[in-house]
């Protein structure tokens, strides 16, 4: 109940599109979505698969909640082994891409092998071929779901697709939906790209009807639903300043990464805030911000939708940008800006409206061009090497950048590398702020310990996603930590990990755990789906995923020494705010955090741990 109970499998090589009954033992102990794509995923590939290579496989999946009535039941995964890591990738996206797909009756989609031409994937509920993408090949996000729309004459088709930079191989490469939605991290893209795979694009009209106990369901969804709108996070915060709302929240406590984590806290947070975006401009009146919006069955709606000012330097004669497009979120905001020391708002907004419409993370661009302009104004990179003068600070450094490295031209190629492999070119590997190669997001570890800690023990590389301890450490939910302490950090962590891995697996929103705890999400499980999810066993199915997942990148070459930040934060005081002279405790976190997890010292899951989690 609540699964579809079919994936679709994908060859590639061989232009075939098969159904298949999905595997109702793993979703009764992997639940949808990251966990049973990611166990199929492990199920089928060589851990040490070149993750660009045929061999790999990528995998679409949502979860028994998704296409529901559920609150946030929007959500699907994208699951492969990531080229930017070489880990496990697993990445998120909202939109409606996913319930969509749901409502078409399927739970998955599983692409092996590597087309001879480029194809897309044409789903219309249970009738699924691949399709000639040859005149899709080289255009972007936008133009790619307009023309799909166009050619089906259905304008309520959903598409998932890569643009420009998934076909380049840009390691960082994004899969976007709806047009500036995105499964955005760890280069699901370029994974998308090297299969010669455009689009995916999805028609359903079936609904989701089989939930176990509708009456129950609705119930307690309801119930649900007024948490969620009397919570001042998702019921205030959230609608009306979006993710953007931290901010200056973050930069007060000084954990604000800035400059390439040089500094903690950015003196120009303030123009690029939440409420900088909600202010007239000077130089016409009008609002950065035009609307939120929402998701799929959302109650929320964090979603960000602005408008650039048409005579600002980065889009003058550039009409295409003139219109109301996908806004700002915190992680790209920060990236954009306080990791580049770039307070130009607009500038801001450019690039990410070129990372929505070519495909890239911009959480990843961004810390990548702090990178480069670190290098620059050491004299390790020049003028001629960039094609710009490219010091902190500069919005047309930045810019140019973003046009460059999403079109796959001159330094924007080695930029589309990542931080990791354009440091290390260059002499200088430790200024590359990245956990297993992913760089990191908007919150330095030394302000707030814990989320140090789930950066170097995240299995995808850092990331604040799997272990969002800023909820605890700063906001105080569910009970407020003291961010400068270290102690109990390590229990904090797990708790975080064990339980997003729950909620990425139902097919909701992790925003949603602002207002709910694991007790809020299984009975509305319970209700729609055959297994009896007590709050116990989804604690432990969060526990099994993450482990699963660790028992895959120790299989493909990762160690303990992989658990690790970059030496800035671990021998670079910060200078400013209330963590000034604070460096991250890692090191004594570390091997209390493996025991936590029942692991040996070597981050390895014990004997005992697997057999109790049944791996």
């Given at each position: 109940?609540?699964?579809?109970?079919?994936?679709?499998?994908?060859?590639?090589?061989?232009?075939?599109?098969?159904?298949?009954?999905?595997?109702?033992?793993?979703?009764?102990d992997?639940?949808?979505?990251?966990?049973?794509?990611?166990?199929?995923?492990?199920?089928?590939?060589?851990?040490?698969?070149?993750?660009?290579?045929?061999?790999?496989?990528?995998?679409?999946?949502?979860?028994?909640?998704t296409?529901?009535?559920?609150s946030?039941g929007?959500?699907?995964?994208?699951?492969?082994?990531g080229?930017?890591?070489?880990?496990?990738?697993?990445?998120?996206?909202?939109?409606?891409?996913?319930?969509?797909?749901k409502?078409?009756?399927?739970?998955?989609?599983?692409?092996?092998?590597?087309?001879?031409?480029?194809?897309?994937?044409?789903?219309?509920?249970?009738?699924?071929?691949?399709?000639?993408?040859?005149?899709?090949?080289?255009?972007?996000?936008?133009?790619?779901?307009?023309?799909?729309?166009?050619?089906?004459?259905?304008?309520?088709?959903?598409?998932?697709?890569?643009?420009?930079?998934?076909?380049?191989?840009?390691?960082?490469?994004?899969?976007?939906?709806?047009?500036?939605?995105a499964?955005?991290?760890?280069?699901?893209?370029?994974?998308?790209?090297?299969?010669?795979?455009?689009?995916?694009?999805?028609r359903?009209t079936?609904?989701?009807?089989?939930?176990r106990d509708?009456?129950?369901?609705?119930?307690?969804?309801?119930e649900?639903?007024?948490?969620?709108?009397?919570?001042?996070v998702?019921?205030?915060?959230?609608?009306?300043?979006?993710?953007?709302v931290?901010?200056?929240?973050?930069?007060?406590?000084?954990?604000?990464?800035?400059?390439n984590?040089?500094?903690?806290?950015?003196?120009?947070?303030?123009?690029?805030?939440?409420e900088?975006m909600?202010?007239?401009r000077?130089?016409?009146?009008?609002?950065?911000?035009?609307?939120?919006?929402a998701?799929?069955?959302?109650?929320?709606?964090?979603?960000?939708?602005?408008?650039?000012?048409?005579?600002?330097?980065?889009?003058?004669?550039?009409?295409?940008?003139?219109?109301?497009?996908?806004g700002?979120?915190?992680?790209?905001?920060?990236?954009?800006?306080a990791?580049?020391?770039?307070?130009?708002?607009?500038?801001?907004?450019?690039?990410?409206?070129l990372?929505?419409?070519?495909?890239?993370?911009?959480?990843?661009?961004?810390?990548?061009?702090?990178?480069v302009?670190?290098l620059?104004?050491?004299?390790?990179?020049?003028?001629e090497q960039?094609?710009?003068?490219?010091?902190?600070?500069?919005a047309?450094a930045l810019?140019?950048l973003?046009?460059?490295?999403?079109?796959?031209?001159?330094?924007?190629?080695?930029v589309g590398?990542?931080?990791?492999?354009?440091?290390?070119?260059?002499?200088?590997p430790?200024?590359?702020?990245?956990?297993?190669?992913?760089?990191?997001?908007?919150?330095?570890?030394?302000?707030?310990?814990?989320?140090?800690?789930?950066?170097?023990?995240?299995?995808?590389g850092?990331?604040?996603?799997r272990?969002?301890?800023?909820?605890s450490?700063?906001l105080?939910?569910p009970?407020?930590?003291?961010?400068l302490?270290?102690?109990?950090?390590?229990?904090?962590v797990?708790?975080?990990?064990?339980?997003?891995?729950?909620?990425?697996?139902?097919?909701?929103?992790?925003?949603?755990?602002?207002?709910?705890?694991?007790?809020?999400l299984?009975?509305?499980?319970?209700?729609?789906?055959?297994?009896?999810?007590?709050?116990?066993?989804?604690?432990?199915?969060?526990e099994?995923?993450?482990?699963?997942?660790?028992e895959?990148?120790?299989a493909?070459?990762?160690?303990?020494?992989?658990?690790s930040?970059?030496?800035?934060?671990?021998t670079?005081?910060?200078?400013?705010?209330?963590a000034?002279g604070k460096?991250?405790?890692?090191?004594?976190?570390?091997?209390?955090?493996?025991?936590?997890?029942?692991?040996?010292?070597?981050?390895?899951?014990?004997a005992?741990?697997?057999?109790?989690l049944?791996?």
């Amino acid at each position: 109940m609540a699964w579809a109970g079919k994936i679709l499998r994908v060859n590639l090589t061989k232009g075939t599109v098969t159904s298949e009954p999905l595997n109702r033992e793993w979703a009764r102990d992997y639940v949808g979505s990251r966990g049973l794509g990611s166990k199929y995923l492990i199920s089928e590939i060589d851990p040490k698969v070149d993750p660009l290579s045929p061999d790999n496989k990528i995998i679409w999946a949502t979860g028994p909640l998704t296409g529901t009535m559920a609150s946030t039941g929007g959500r699907y995964t994208v699951i492969t082994k990531g080229p930017l890591t070489g880990a496990i990738a697993c990445s998120n996206s909202g939109g409606y891409w996913g319930a969509e797909l749901k409502m078409a009756g399927w739970d998955m989609v599983i692409f092996e092998g590597k087309s001879p031409k480029p194809v897309y994937l044409c789903i219309q509920n249970d009738v699924a071929e691949l399709r000639d993408a040859a005149d899709l090949w080289g255009q972007s996000v936008w133009h790619t779901e307009e023309a799909i729309k166009k050619s089906l004459q259905d304008p309520l088709v959903r598409v998932s697709c890569i643009g420009k930079a998934g076909e380049n191989h840009v390691l960082y490469a994004a899969v976007v939906n709806d047009m500036h939605r995105a499964a955005g991290r760890s280069g699901v893209g370029a994974v998308m790209g090297s299969k010669n795979l455009k689009a995916i694009a999805v028609r359903g009209t079936l609904g989701v009807g089989n939930v176990r106990d509708p009456k129950a369901f609705m119930q307690t969804v309801a119930e649900k639903k007024k948490i969620l709108a009397d919570n001042a996070v998702t019921g205030q915060g959230l609608p009306t300043y979006g993710t953007q709302v931290l901010m200056n929240v973050i930069n007060e406590v000084g954990a604000l990464p800035t400059r390439n984590h040089r500094d903690v806290q950015f003196e120009g947070a303030k123009d690029i805030s939440a409420e900088a975006m909600a202010t007239p401009r000077a130089t016409d009146g009008k609002k950065h911000l035009v609307t939120n919006q929402a998701c799929f069955g959302c109650t929320i709606a964090c979603g960000r939708i602005s408008k650039m000012d048409q005579n600002h330097f980065t889009i003058q004669n550039k009409p295409q940008y003139w219109g109301a497009s996908g806004g700002l979120e915190y992680e790209a905001a920060w990236a954009l800006g306080a990791a580049n020391g770039v307070n130009d708002l607009e500038a801001l907004q450019y690039a990410n409206l070129l990372c929505n419409e070519e495909g890239i993370d911009p959480i990843s661009f961004g810390a990548t061009v702090g990178a480069v302009m670190e290098l620059y104004e050491m004299g390790v990179l020049t003028k001629e090497q960039i094609g710009i003068e490219a010091p902190f600070g500069s919005a047309a450094a930045l810019a140019f950048l973003a046009e460059e490295t999403v079109n796959g031209r001159g330094f924007g190629k080695e930029v589309g590398q990542g931080s990791k492999r354009l440091t290390a070119k260059y002499g200088h590997p430790d200024l590359s702020m990245s956990v297993k190669g992913q760089e990191f997001p908007a919150y330095d570890g030394r302000g707030v310990q814990g989320i140090g800690l789930a950066y170097a023990t995240s299995n995808r590389g850092a990331c604040h996603l799997r272990g969002y301890t800023i909820a605890s450490e700063i906001l105080g939910i569910p009970v407020k930590t003291d961010p400068l302490e270290h102690e109990g950090k390590p229990e904090l962590v797990k708790a975080f990990q064990d339980a997003t891995a729950a909620f990425d697996s139902s097919g909701l929103c992790i925003f949603t755990t602002f207002a709910w705890g694991l007790a809020d999400l299984a009975p509305q499980l319970q209700a729609a789906c055959d297994q009896a999810y007590t709050t116990e066993e989804l604690e432990k199915i969060g526990e099994r995923i993450w482990n699963m997942e660790r028992e895959f990148n120790n299989a493909a070459g990762f160690t303990s020494k992989d658990d690790s930040l970059p030496k800035r934060l671990l021998t670079e005081a910060a200078k400013t705010g209330p963590a000034k002279g604070k460096v991250s405790m890692l090191p004594v976190m570390l091997p209390k955090y493996y025991e936590v997890r029942g692991w040996d010292s070597e981050g390895r899951p014990t004997a005992d741990t697997k057999k109790r989690l049944g791996l």
